[in-house]
């Protein structure tokens, strides 16, 4: 079974926002005394935090599937619900943040970097944080909002100075070994090493970890062997090392074309370049080669005999025995200086709390489109006010659509309507095509406050509840009688022209 994984998929929901509260304060001879509704409480977030102590990403890889609490709702007597905890989720140092299209979101490096996946949502306000001078008691309150949803993909580039890498058996894992406390597994069949190791070199003033990864063969970029999946663990490093076998059995292998064979499969590796630390592309990062297995007689001809060779390339050679620990003291000082050097060069960000959020977008800006469905217009309105306020209305409260209303033509939405061309009876949309809302559109004029004066959770605009008074009444049943003698008279005037006869009256019709 895998203990370790440097690679997944996280879904990751954020709490929703309790929903805000629409009471009324009562008291003894005060039956309405206010409103006294609370807020509904925050949805927690959740949150990606580095830990030196996680080395893996595996928790994430059996439960990919994280959801922060929820706020509590908001209650009478101006009680604020609760926020919702953030859900913290710890990931190793080098995790690489990416969305679904594969950008890099974010590169959480050092203790403590913390990044924002998905927000919760905001509680909706109750009726007491509603009320206003012409607002007095309203008879609603605003919904919570949903957490907001975020698929990541989390990588690990593990941070190490300096990488190990050459054909599988070179030596890589016996090498780390040899200059580190790390222990890793040495055998002598290929792909010992199955996941990255790391190593902490102490050489004289400089301490710098080495990573030793799977070994690589022709091919690997193609996916052969355990293929290049495990290159992104060399791509932070400021130093690369060619491990080469000079005492390999395999007839058709000798270190030269090895070499040539391990650069071709670095080159076909497309990292992610520009994340930080990582700016110089692999193929031009500084490297040195080792020549390995030198207490092997042939092992320490053969390495004599390629040295000039490798030299006439402009590479630093080393010949080393991971087994006798010959040469090893010179190589561990001489990539200290390489890790010095490179240091300097760009100094480590050492922010120890990087604390990340998603980019604030412009929130007052909105968007109104006129599109077509099935033959039939519709005007698409977009923007993150508009979409918000839809999130936070309760449909079934008349007076809570209304402020919905009001608050839309505060902001201009019914203004660019006009201005695009949509008519009262439009269908008109607010959000994105799959989740949207739908209207018919029906043109506030006023704005709408000074219309609150009917019985509590309606709106005047929506409903016509007004009853004729008496007055009306009247004026309706004169016009009705008036309407009616006007048509007998016309009647009268008809017959004694002889338009017509009433055989009652005027006998038998008698035809000419
Ligand atoms: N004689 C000799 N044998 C060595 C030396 N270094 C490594 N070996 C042997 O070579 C074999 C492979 O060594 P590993 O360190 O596992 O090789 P690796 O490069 O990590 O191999 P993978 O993990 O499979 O990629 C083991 O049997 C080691 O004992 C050396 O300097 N001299
Ligand atoms: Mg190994």
Redesign the pocket.
């Known amino acids: 079974m895998a203990s370790f994984v440097d690679r997944v998929v996280l879904h990751a929901s954020g709490g929703s926002g309790g929903n805000g509260c629409a009471s009324i304060h009562r008291e003894k001879f005060k039956p309405l005394a206010g409103p006294d509704g609370g807020n509904g409480g925050n949805g927690g977030s959740v949150i990606l935090r580095v830990d030196a102590q996680v080395t893996t990403l595996l928790e994430y890889h059996h439960s990919p599937h994280r959801h922060a609490a929820s706020g509590t709702q908001g209650m009478g007597d101006h009680r604020q619900g609760s926020n919702g905890e953030d859900l913290v989720l710890a990931v190793p140092s080098g995790t690489v943040v990416k969305d679904r299209e594969g950008t890099v979101v974010a590169d959480l490096v050092g203790d403590g970097a913390e990044l924002v996946i998905a927000p919760g949502g905001h509680g909706g306000l109750g009726n007491a944080a509603l009320s206003s001078k012409r607002r007095k008691a309203p008879g609603f309150a605003l919904l919570g909002e949903p957490g907001e949803e975020a698929d990541v993909v989390l990588e690990l580039k593990t941070i190490a100075d300096v990488a190990l890498v ?1 054909y ?7 090498l780390i070994a040899a200059i580190s406390a790390a222990r890793p597994k ?3 069949y ?4 199955l996941v990255p190791n790391l190593g902490v070199v102490q050489a004289g003033e400089t301490r710098y970890t080495v990573a ?1 990864v ?2 690589l063969i022709p091919g690997a970029s193609e996916g052969k062997g355990l293929g290049l999946e495990f290159l992104r663990h060399v791509e932070r490093c400021a130093v690369l090392v060619h ?1 080469l076998d000079c ?1 390999t059995l395999e007839p058709d292998r000798d270190p030269l074309s090895d070499l040539d064979v391990i650069e071709a499969e670095l080159a076909a590796y497309a990292g992610d370049l520009g994340i930080t630390g990582v700016r110089i592309p692999l193929t031009e990062r500084p490297r040195v080669v080792v020549l ?2 030198i ?2 007689p042939e092992g320490r001809e053969l390495a004599e005999m390629v040295r000039p060779d490798l030299e006439a390339r402009g590479v630093k050679v080393f010949e080393v ?3 006798s620990h010959e040469g090893l003291r010179a190589l561990t000082y001489v990539l200290g200086e390489y890790v010095d050097r490179a240091r300097k060069a760009a100094p480590a960000p050492e922010a120890a709390r990087v604390v990340l959020r998603p980019k604030a977008v412009d929130d007052k800006g909105f968007t109104v489109t006129r599109k077509e469905a099935g033959g039939r217009p519709f005007f698409e309105v977009r923007g993150v006010k508009p979409e918000r306020w839809v999130r936070q209305t309760d449909f079934s409260n008349d007076e809570a659509v209304g402020y919905l209303a009001d608050r839309l033509a505060t902001l201009g939405v019914e203004e660019k309507l006009f201005k695009v061309g949509a008519v009262a009876g439009d269908e008109v949309r607010i959000g994105p095509e799959h989740n949207a809302v739908i209207f018919d559109w029906e043109p506030t004029l006023i704005t709408g406050s000074e219309l609150l004066g009917g019985p509590r959770g309606t709106d005047l605009r929506l409903e016509d509840t007004s009853r004729p008074t008496r007055g009306d009444k009247r004026r309706q049943y004169t016009e009705r009688m008036d309407a009616k003698a006007e048509a007998r008279a016309e009647l009268w005037t008809e017959r004694e022209a002889g338009v017509w006869t009433d055989p009652d009256v005027d006998g038998p019709a008698t035809n000419p």
């Not at 599988?168 to 016996?174: E, I, M, N, V």
């Open positions: 050459g599988p058996s070179a030596g890589k894992s016996s040495i055998a002598d290929p792909f010992t090493t030793d799977p070994g491990v005492a390995n297995k207490d092997v025995s991971a087994v």
